[in-house]
């Protein structure tokens, strides 16, 4: 009995896995779609040595191609942000007259103005919140201090009962930004992250587990 061929499949070839279908082609054709992912149609006859051949024939290519993709990509990143929960596009353009949201993007006349925009916003919400939350628990904070924070969102200095929150919290929602705000000021109760730490959360914010699943 011959072999049955496999029509289509994932092979790995060096570092790429490559997404391929047999087709009633004549000749083998690769491509590297906008999700990143290289896929090939093979003519349903072709022997797996000559898609192998064929492939490292074309390993340079497809170094060079999977390059300017992975450029690409980096470069979109840069020119995007999240602000609670949804994603923007970030226009800088010396010609706009401030910054301002227009539709699904961000429009600034410079990073230095955006930056200032984010803390002033920054400033804004998490004010809003500890406020909200310092009266709702009797805990009281004497100073709040945004900055980047390469590995906390926040942190609380129980002595002086000082709140610090990560500038990136933005990027959150509200809903989570509102959680981390609370865990902050629980630990002017609680230095600890003991039981009765997140038993004094729950008694306030029944779904806490919820929101701290978006970190």
């Known amino acids: 009995m011959a072999k049955q061929k496999i029509s289509a499949g994932v092979l790995q070839f060096f570092q790429w896995e490559i997404f391929y279908q047999r087709k009633s082609v004549k000749n083998l054709l690769l491509k590297l779609n ?47 942000m999240y602000f609670l929960g949804k994603k923007y596009n970030v226009i800088i353009d010396a010609n706009f007259c401030k910054t301002r949201w227009y539709k699904n993007s961000l429009q600034s006349t410079s990073k230095e103005c955006l930056e200032r925009f984010l803390k002033m916003n920054a400033r804004i919400i998490f004010g809003f919140y500890l406020k909200k939350w ?12 945004i900055k980047k924070m390469r590995t906390r969102w926040g942190s609380c200095n129980v002595k002086k009962a000082y709140i610090n929150l990560n500038i990136r919290l933005l990027e959150k ?32 914010m029944s779904d806490f587990r919820q929101r701290e699943k978006e970190f």
């Open 34 to 80: 906008e999700e990143g992912e290289f896929h090939l149609n093979i003519p349903k006859n072709c022997s797996q040595e000559k898609v192998f051949a064929f492939l490292t024939k074309n390993t340079a290519w497809m170094e060079k191609i999977w390059q300017n993709y992975q450029n690409i990509q980096a470069r979109k990143q840069e020119n995007e």
């Open 173 to 204: 929602s509200l809903q989570a930004i509102e959680y981390v705000i609370l865990h902050e000021l629980a630990h002017l109760k609680y230095a600890n992250h003991s039981k009765e730490f997140y038993q004094f959360i729950e008694g306030f």
């Open 134 to 145: 310092s009266m709702r628990t009797g805990l009281c904070f004497t100073h709040l201090s």
